[in-house]
């Protein structure tokens, strides 16, 4: 489901829904996304969308553990929220010289509870196929455990916070007609933790991250023959 206003104006915007059901019961995802574009003067645009989305899904893959005679399967219900937001900019000082700068920081963090086993892989009763685990949580290993037919099996706590950002400056100048150079700069950094943090907590800690930077050149002559 979607609304939105005139494309054609200096100032338009658009709001758009998504639900889907992922095929099982209490599994879906939302995600819920706004555009905002802005023409101030001629040879300017700026352009900005974001992105706010939320997954349950009871069959996320976690794990698989080698036992003394077998392998063990783990699954679990995730619970995902992601947050992004995108900015560009599109400058033309002149029809052959422009600026664009693009810019997105990104935030998905997910968290797991009710494990199960795969039990019967080929069942088609969800009931019969997988059974459920009553696991210990070592907080100081980050690791859950579970007995089965008297061996303890163990998986990583697979809860997660990931942040991202990432942009890129391109100034480009047609100096002669077919010739071009472009100057390029991206950054990008990035962090993970493996642990559950609301959004809302890890904002400001994207900005503390430290970065790589790329720097490029690139130009081209047209010869006439």
């Known amino acids: 489901m979607s609304v939105g206003s005139n494309s054609a104006k200096d100032l338009s915007g658009k709001l758009n829904y998504n639900y889907i059901a992922l095929g099982m019961p209490n599994s879906k995802q939302n995600s819920l996304s706004f555009s905002l574009t802005w023409l101030p003067v001629k040879r300017l645009k700026l352009s900005a969308i ?105 998986f990583y706590n697979p809860d997660f916070s990931f942040m991202q950002f990432r942009s890129n400056l391109v100034f480009r100048w047609e100096y002669k007609l077919g010739s071009t150079i472009y100057v390029v700069w991206s950054h990008d950094r990035s962090g993970w933790e493996p642990d559950y943090n609301p959004i809302g907590d890890i904002v400001g800690d994207l900005f503390g991250i430290k970065g790589g930077n790329v720097f490029m050149i690139k130009a081209n002559f047209w010869f006439s023959l």
């Open 50 to 154: 974001t992105t706010l989305s939320n997954r349950q899904y009871h069959q996320q893959y976690v794990s698989s553990i080698m036992g003394s005679s077998s392998t063990e399967y783990v699954v679990g219900k995730i619970d995902r929220q992601t947050t992004s937001f995108t900015f560009r900019t599109e400058l033309y000082i002149t029809p052959e010289m422009s600026i664009q700068y693009y810019g997105s920081p990104y935030y998905s963090v997910g968290s797991y509870d009710e494990f199960r086993r795969v039990d019967q892989s080929h069942a088609h009763d969800i009931s019969e196929r997988l059974e459920q685990l009553d696991v210990s949580y070592d907080q100081a290993q980050n690791t859950y455990s579970y007995v089965n037919d008297g061996e303890t099996y163990q």
